[in-house]
């Protein structure tokens, strides 16, 4: 099929598709596509098209950007059709192939390496039983082989994560010497990883310190974000126990224990971590809990409340893939980092010394490095090298590469066709199920709520 021919504007229509939560409340994927939305507007005439019922317009409401809201993806195949270009995680595959039909340019934003997600996640699309993951995850693999052939662009958060979509490109064959067209690997794919906000933190009142068991002058580790399958929460717990035997003024805190979207609920590993708290009994105690989820607007106290961000992780097949985005939020607030190794934040954090590198699963190197972060002068020295490096990571220097493909996106963005697009084969369970990756996958209980849906 021969794309449909228009008018070329000099800026184009753009559509950038939520796959997640907006508004208020927001986790990782929602702050990601809003400030990309942003970014973008200043290039493009944008429309955000928001599926979640959840999320809450009215707080997008001065942004410079139109907001759409869809119940279905069939809603979403006219305004894909009317623009020029769309920017999106995942989606429908007929809204993809419909938009690819009537000329419209796709740009897959590649910032987790999904497939490394999710292979090693506890529950995949809710099954945690085979043959179920495995079908489950041929559809994730078979989404991703459409977007390989279908894209004219993608952005993606490191190297190591760029090399591992140039892979796949080339095992789909959306990458062949027919539409190379002498563009090299940075043309093909872009680099745009998470990002920090414009400003600076700011917060009118202290959400940790003075509130409940902790005192206004304790030492503060915050881990600022959710605890998902690939998460290490009970390292940090244990070691926290150890050290509070000679320096009780040291706790641990955990927000984001429930994510903001209801299909997705809590994890698994929040309950576990609970446990392991009150078996340690330190539960409330030197280890905090804050239910729920903390609103993205607020998340600023939180984070000036802390003297040290934690991040750990298990060693795992995510680990080499993964770009820790609320690592952001610790230079943000300019706070040392405490980190498990085997990522690239990890190495970045140990080259430039913003924080301490500890082993995988290691109590005692753990333990040790959140003494040696209970000095002062440590955290200050810490702080002086977060300063430098803090405005390359600003949300208009991470989307540098997308803003000028978008710029110039006649020429940037090759329009491909649908007899280029792969073809899919019949799937082994249903295609919604790959919403169940959305919200930085595994999320079981949003992949049933859509089986019941599509049900009804």
Same mark, same amino acid.
């Given at each position: 099929?021969? #794309?449909?021919?228009?008018?070329?504007?000099?800026?184009?229509?753009?559509?950038?598709?939520?796959?997640?939560?907006?508004?208020?409340? /927001?986790?990782?994927? %929602?702050?990601?596509?809003?400030?990309?939305?942003?970014?973008?507007?200043? +290039?493009?005439?944008?429309?955000?098209?928001?599926?979640?019922?959840?999320?809450?317009?009215?707080?997008?409401?001065?942004?410079?950007?139109?907001? +759409?809201?869809?119940? &279905?993806?069939?809603?979403? +195949?006219?305004?894909?059709?009317?623009?020029?270009?769309?920017?999106?995680?995942?989606?429908?595959?007929?809204?993809?192939?419909?938009?690819?039909?009537?000329?419209?340019?796709?740009?897959?934003?590649?910032?987790?390496?999904?497939?490394?997600?999710?292979?090693?996640?506890?529950?995949?699309?809710?099954?945690?039983?085979?043959?179920?993951?495995? !079908?489950?995850?041929?559809?994730?693999?078979?989404?991703?082989?459409?977007? /390989?052939?279908?894209?004219?662009?993608?952005?993606?958060? =490191?190297?190591?994560?760029?090399?591992?979509?140039?892979?796949? /490109?080339?095992?789909?064959?959306? *990458?062949?010497?027919?539409?190379?067209? %002498?563009?090299?690997?940075?043309?093909?794919?872009?680099?745009?990883?998470?990002? /920090?906000?414009?400003?600076?933190?700011?917060?009118?009142?202290?959400? *940790?310190?003075?509130?409940?068991?902790?005192?206004? !002058?304790? $030492?503060?580790?915050?881990?600022?974000?959710?605890?998902?399958?690939?998460? !290490?929460?009970?390292?940090?717990?244990?070691?926290?126990?150890?050290?509070?035997?000679?320096?009780?003024?040291?706790?641990?805190?955990?927000?984001?224990?429930?994510?903001?979207?209801?299909?997705?609920?809590? #994890?698994? =590993?929040?309950?576990?971590?609970?446990?392991?708290?009150?078996?340690?009994?330190? $539960?409330?105690?030197?280890? &905090?809990?804050?239910?729920?989820?903390?609103?993205?607007?607020?998340?600023?106290?939180?984070? $000036?409340?802390?003297?040290?961000?934690?991040?750990?992780?298990?060693?795992?097949?995510?680990?080499?893939?993964?770009?820790?985005?609320?690592?952001?939020?610790?230079?943000?607030?300019?706070? #040392?980092?405490?980190?498990?190794?085997?990522?690239?934040?990890?190495?970045?954090?140990?080259?430039?010394?913003?924080?301490?590198?500890?082993?995988? %699963?290691? +109590?005692?190197?753990?333990?040790?490095?959140?003494?040696?972060?209970?000095?002062?002068?440590?955290?200050?020295?810490?702080?002086? =090298?977060?300063? @430098?490096?803090?405005?390359?990571?600003?949300?208009?220097?991470?989307?540098?590469?997308?803003?000028?493909?978008?710029? &110039?996106?006649?020429?940037? $963005?090759?329009?491909?066709?649908?007899?280029?697009?792969?073809?899919?084969?019949?799937?082994?369970? @249903?295609?919604?199920?790959?919403?169940?990756?959305?919200?930085?996958?595994?999320?079981?209980?949003?992949?049933?709520?859509?089986?019941?849906?599509?049900?009804?």
């Amino acid at each position: 099929m021969v #794309p449909i021919a228009r008018e070329t504007p000099a800026r184009p229509r753009m559509v950038v598709v939520a796959a997640d939560v907006v508004g208020t409340q /927001m986790a990782g994927p %929602g702050i990601r596509v809003v400030s990309i939305a942003r970014e973008l507007a200043r +290039v493009a005439d944008v429309t955000l098209a928001v599926g979640t019922p959840e999320s809450e317009l009215s707080a997008l409401a001065d942004e410079p950007f139109a907001i +759409v809201s869809y119940d &279905h993806p069939d809603a979403l +195949v006219p305004l894909v059709e009317a623009s020029d270009v769309a920017f999106c995680q995942i989606t429908d595959e007929n809204v993809v192939r419909r938009g690819v039909a009537a000329g419209c340019r796709f740009v897959f934003d590649l910032y987790n390496a999904l497939p490394a997600e999710a292979i090693g996640s506890d529950r995949i699309g809710g099954f945690d039983t085979q043959p179920q993951m495995d !079908d489950v995850f041929r559809n994730v693999l078979s989404f991703f082989r459409l977007c /390989m052939t279908a894209g004219s662009y993608f952005v993606t958060s =490191n190297e190591r994560q760029r090399d591992f979509w140039i892979g796949y /490109m080339l095992a789909s064959g959306g *990458l062949l010497p027919s539409n190379l067209d %002498g563009r090299d690997v940075g043309e093909i794919v872009g680099l745009v990883p998470f990002g /920090m906000e414009r400003g600076e933190p700011a917060a009118t009142t202290h959400p *940790l310190r003075g509130q409940g068991a902790i005192a206004e !002058d304790d $030492l503060i580790l915050l881990w600022a974000g959710g605890i998902w399958d690939w998460f !290490d929460a009970e390292t940090p717990i244990r070691a926290v126990a150890a050290v509070r035997e000679e320096h009780p003024e040291v706790r641990l805190v955990f927000y984001g224990t429930t994510h903001p979207n209801p299909l997705v609920g809590r #994890p698994r =590993n929040v309950e576990r971590a609970m446990t392991l708290a009150a078996e340690l009994g330190v $539960l409330d105690d030197g280890v &905090h809990f804050i239910d729920g989820w903390v609103p993205a607007a607020e998340r600023a106290g939180y984070l $000036l409340d802390a003297d040290v961000a934690v991040s750990a992780h298990k060693e795992s097949f995510e680990t080499r893939y993964a770009f820790r985005t609320r690592i952001l939020d610790h230079f943000w607030a300019s706070l #040392p980092s405490l980190v498990t190794e085997g990522d690239w934040f990890a190495d970045y954090i140990d080259q430039l010394d913003l924080g301490e590198v500890v082993g995988y %699963g290691d +109590v005692e190197q753990t333990r040790a490095a959140i003494l040696r972060l209970t000095d002062p002068q440590r955290r200050a020295q810490i702080r002086a =090298n977060i300063a @430098p490096i803090r405005e390359t990571w600003r949300w208009e220097s991470t989307t540098s590469d997308l803003i000028d493909a978008v710029a &110039h996106w006649q020429t940037r $963005l090759p329009q491909r066709t649908l007899a280029e697009v792969t073809a899919t084969p019949p799937a082994a369970a @249903p295609r919604s199920a790959l919403r169940e990756l959305v919200s930085r996958s595994p999320l079981g209980a949003l992949y049933r709520s859509l089986r019941k849906r599509l049900a009804r």
